[in-house]
């Protein structure tokens, strides 16, 4: 592959936003919007600390046991490295030539920029943007990405499903028929992404001389997408590899509860976890702050876990993944971005 003629320039700042042109009414608005989920995720954290009290919460907190916690914070940091691994694999199975330790930068930074960011949108976005600056190829990212996001989301439901049938805990069952649902959606919604009739529609959609060139990339993201499908073993490889990255997430949250107290089965966090990571990816707060604490009390209450328990689990996992995410602002200071060559 030839050497990127990229230029280095610098990632936008943590904020993730720019002013929006004058005049643009839409941009104004997207910008407000963004603000927005700030005061939203405030609100709603106060009210569940108006349900769950912060003196019962910081009790639950006070009594954590400390390796246990200290093991968290570990498991954050191999969290970001396996995340890194699986991008990673992803690339080097279309012969890319990534070396791993740059895609773990870059898997660093993205997530440290993203926590500034509703839900994971930016992580997705650095990602895309560090890795075609360096190898001048966007569809090459934007497929890898695509794919990666894909296969992620296929493991969270898949482990519902499989949580919903070795589990005891007895979650009502709306929650399984959304599963299901779920996953057929997902199954459905990459069969037509595949499909020709599909492709031949979304260029239909975009027609005139003055879109050939949106054309032109998207064709050639389908070209990238096809690479991959005629490696069906690298792909089978890529969804084990997925659902061993949602595990070791779940037992993040196993170790955390256990270190507060909670009594839960692994099958229960099977089912929990998943749904709660979903809930958080909907962009409607700052990073999935509050709507994610709601999702735990409200899924955790069905099995009765205190919502105290449920609340400070939340919290203080999500803040350790923060702590797991901060090489990625020393990389992000020290230009670190876009992931080198071999």
């Not at 482990?159 to 979650?171: I, T």
């Not at 839960?264 to 979903?278: C, E, K, N, Q």
């Not at 990073?287 to 939340?314: D, W």
Request: charged share 10%.
């Amino acid at each position: 592959m030839a050497k990127s003629q990229v230029s280095d320039a610098p990632l936008p700042g943590p904020a993730g936003s720019q002013a929006p042109a004058k005049g643009g009414l839409k941009a104004l608005a997207g910008h407000v919007l963004r603000w927005l989920r700030i005061p939203l995720s405030l609100a709603v954290l106060a009210y569940l600390l108006y349900l769950v009290e912060p003196a019962q919460a910081l009790a639950v907190l006070a009594n954590a046991d400390p390796w246990l916690v200290l093991l968290v914070a570990g498991m954050a940091v191999v969290d970001r490295m396996l995340a890194a691994f699986r991008w990673y694999m992803l690339l080097r199975g279309k012969h890319v030539d990534v070396a791993f330790w740059p895609v773990a930068r870059l898997t660093f930074v993205s997530n440290f920029i993203g926590s500034f960011l509703p839900a994971g949108v930016g992580i997705e976005a650095v990602r895309v943007y560090g890795l075609s600056r360096r190898t001048a190829d966007l569809a090459l990212a934007l497929s890898s990405v695509i794919v990666e996001r894909v296969l992620a989301l296929g493991a969270l439901v898949l482990l519902v499903v499989l949580g919903l049938l070795v589990s005891d805990a007895g979650f009502p069952v709306w929650i399984s028929r959304l599963a299901w649902v779920g996953l057929a959606a997902i199954l459905l919604g990459s069969l037509a992404l595949m499909l020709g009739p599909t492709r031949r529609l979304s260029l239909l959609l975009l027609p005139g001389q003055l879109l050939a060139p949106v054309r032109a990339k998207l064709l050639e993201l389908y070209q990238r997408l096809d690479e991959y499908r005629a490696q069906p073993l690298m792909l089978a490889g890529a969804v084990a590899m997925a659902l061993a990255f949602q595990l070791f997430r779940v037992a993040t949250y196993v170790v955390a509860g256990a270190a507060i107290g909670i009594d839960a089965s692994f099958h229960t966090y099977m089912v929990v976890v998943p749904i709660v990571s979903l809930v958080m990816m909907v962009p409607i707060s700052f990073g999935g702050l509050g709507v994610g604490e709601a999702a735990f009390i409200s899924l955790l209450g069905l099995v009765g876990i205190p919502a105290e328990q449920s609340f400070t689990l939340s919290i203080m996992v999500l803040v350790l993944s923060l702590v797991g995410t901060l090489p990625g602002g020393w990389f992000y200071l020290r230009g670190g971005v876009a992931p080198g060559r071999r």
